[in-house]
Structure formats: structure tokens, C-alpha cells
């Protein structure tokens, strides 16, 4: 079994950073796909960001492009990377992995087998 959790949550003023890390832990994601997603209260999940399992190829949400990157220094460390933080922001951030490998990378929470418990991020204006 896939173990993840994330860190590096907390509160943040607008305009702001935070980097979130996801480790992973009971087997070697070496061909996995990793994404972030998050969810506000009343919200459903949303989709932010997935990263191929070499770390070559990322894909990001509407919403976080051009502020948010994600990356992953080795099989079971991802990170986000988010910077001019907007009150809008504010979520449970959750990390996720696929094991269906190949060039293919979900964007669908449907599609991803393994979840982390979340961290909270709050931007306050």
C-alpha cells in the first residue's frame, strides 16, 4: 500500500508563499503519476497540478497557472511550489498518485488510487 502526506500548510497573508511537500512511503513510485489537488468548504475537489513520473511533463489547473509549480526530486517527494497567494486559495490541499504509469497523467481525482489526508492552506486579505 501507498502511504501519503502532505506538510507545509499554514496561514499566509495575500501575496504571499507557501511550498507544500508530499512524501510517500510503502512503495517506489517510480512510475507513478503525482498531482495536487485541493478543496474549499462547500466546493468540490479541484483540480491544480500533476507531474509525470520522470518529473518531465506537468500539467496545472486554469486557476493556479503561472503561480503555483509543482516538481519532484526523486520517486516519493512531490512539492507546489505557490507563490502570490490569493484569499481565494484557501483549502485543503491533498497530494495523489497513480499507478497506471506511461505517458499519461491524470487531471481527474477519479483517476488517482492513492490520497494523502490534506493540509490546510489559508490566505488571509
Do not use: H
Amino acid at each position: 500500500q501507498v502511504q501519503l502526506v502532505e506538510s507545509g500548510g499554514g496561514l499566509v497573508q495575500a501575496g504571499g508563499s507557501l511550498r507544500l511537500s508530499c512524501a510517500a512511503s510503502g512503495r517506489t513510485l517510480n512510475t507513478y503519476a503525482m498531482g495536487w489537488f485541493r478543496q474549499a468548504p462547500g466546493k468540490e475537489r479541484e483540480f491544480l497540478a500533476a507531474i509525470s513520473w520522470s518529473g518531465r511533463i506537468t500539467y496545472y489547473g486554469d486557476s493556479v497557472k503561472g503561480r503555483f509549480t509543482i516538481s519532484r526530486d526523486n520517486a516519493n517527494s512531490m512539492y507546489l511550489q505557490m507563490n502570490n497567494l490569493r484569499p481565494e486559495d484557501t483549502a485543503v490541499y491533498y497530494c495523489a498518485a497513480d499507478s497506471q504509469g506511461g505517458i499519461y497523467i491524470p487531471k481527474r481525482s477519479d483517476e488517482y488510487e492513492y490520497w494523502g489526508q490534506g493540509t490546510q492552506v489559508t490566505v488571509s486579505s
